[in-house]
């Protein structure tokens, strides 16, 4: 079936850091991958719909400056938290999907950020 | 408005089959309806996808009635590694998608 991976799977950085984490679709290509943040006990949301070779769209409330998203290729998509401080810890989550409808999401294991 | 409202948690024994059922009165006429699972520190995991009536796989059962506004997904037989939480979708398969609180679903021996 289709795999995403993403990488790392858990980052711990100093306030001020920037951190970057990719998204990859193994086997297929996506034009379109989200990205989502879970905080404990809570449910995934949406931040940002990445879109390849375009801008990401962006939820409200989520600033596109803090958190850079890049979708340069059909498989591969990026999210840069940018001078992280410790409220942006959190479990994000990215997804994408086998082009055509009807066809589920496949998601990535997670990245949980911990900022000092 | 949420598109979907779940039992926010449910208990079971091991053996025992499970019904989490999700209520999604505005769903749309092209929406499908996709079951996740969850476990802690991990992405979503899908389970199953249906229109309408049942869809069986090797994991779980989907029921939709007619009206499709609402969904019941079975367990048969749970063990102690099905504890998770399980969130049910619905979309067209084009879009983000919007995630209620889950059900979480916690099996004893």
């Known amino acids: 079936g289709a795999v995403v991976s993403q990488h790392p799977s858990r980052v711990i950085c100093k306030s001020g850091t920037s951190v970057k984490i990719e998204c990859r679709s193994l086997d297929f290509q996506a034009t379109t991958m989200f990205w989502y943040r879970q905080f404990p006990k809570q449910s995934l949301m949406l931040m940002a719909t990445s879109n390849e070779g375009s801008k990401a769209t962006y939820e409200q409330g989520v600033e596109k400056d803090k958190f850079l998203i890049n979708h340069a290729s059909l498989t591969l998509s990026t999210l840069t938290v940018t001078s992280a401080h410790p409220e942006d810890s959190s479990f994000y989550i990215c997804?994408?999907?086998?082009?055509?409808?009807?066809?589920?999401?496949?998601f990535g294991d997670g990245t949980r950020l911990s900022i000092l | 408005l949420a598109k979907t409202t779940q039992p926010i948690s449910m208990d079971s024994y091991e053996g025992q089959e499970v019904n989490i059922t999700c209520s999604h009165n505005n769903i749309a006429t092209n929406d499908y309806i996709t079951w996740y699972q969850q476990f802690p520190s991990q992405g979503p995991r899908f389970i199953i996808q249906g229109y309408k009536t049942k869809v069986t796989n090797e994991v779980a059962s989907l029921f939709i009635p007619a009206d499709r506004k609402s969904s019941t997904l079975s367990l048969p037989r749970v063990s102690l590694s099905d504890t998770a939480v399980y969130y049910c979708t619905t979309d067209t398969g084009r879009r983000a998608l919007t995630f209620g609180s889950g059900t979480r679903l916690q099996v004893q021996p």
């Open positions: 997804s994408a999907r086998v082009e055509g409808s009807n066809q589920p999401q496949h």
